[in-house]
């Protein structure tokens, strides 16, 4: 099989929900969202990048062992600098695959085999990224604060190129017990997964999988 460079593709396929990341963090981030609505027989895929996300690799997906038992298939990627622009590619590549293919992000469409849905973040509507959404969750006086900090820094000539990632990674530098990772600053509860601002991807992931 002609595999995408750096794609994680499984060996096999096993259970009948997809959902495909961009990385580790992503991967994290959904297996405690997931955890959160009891969400079950799923399997993840991380991409390693978002450019990774090709026809190629999809292609190569379906020749993957056991994918005859995948029904429903979530692809979840940051906006980046637009919307727009991110969903016309994952729709040109769901196209050439003759997948069925939403009209818009955070559309769930069922197909004669799949149900198939586009999430970006930070909410289908912003462009950006998950560290943007998981900023959102987070103490506004603290973030006010850590912006102070990242915008003085700059004048001492620092490149911050992502404002969200550095705010949000910033912030769990700060704890009491500083965590390096998304999965284990939710399981400290640094970060709530019970925040309102993770709704909509709660509710994007119970659709793909009812």
Known sequence: MNRPKYASIPKEFNEPTLIIVEGKDDEQFIECIIKD???????????????????????????????????????????????????????????????????????????NKYRIGVFLFPDCENPVSIEDLIARSLNENSCRCINEYIECMKKEQFKVARISKSILYSYLAIQDEPSRDLATAIKRNQVSIKDSAFEKIKDFLKKIAE
């Open 37 to 111: 609505v009891e969400l079950q027989h799923y399997q993840i895929v991380k991409l390693e990048g978002k450019d990774n996300l090709t026809v190629n690799f999809m292609s190569s997906l379906t020749k993957v062992t056991g994918f005859n038992v995948v029904k429903n298939i979530a692809i979840i990627l940051d906006a980046d600098r637009s919307v727009e622009n991110s969903f016309r590619k994952v729709r040109s590549i769901l196209e050439n695959l003759g997948f069925p293919t939403p009209t818009k992000p955070f559309e769930v469409i069922d197909g």
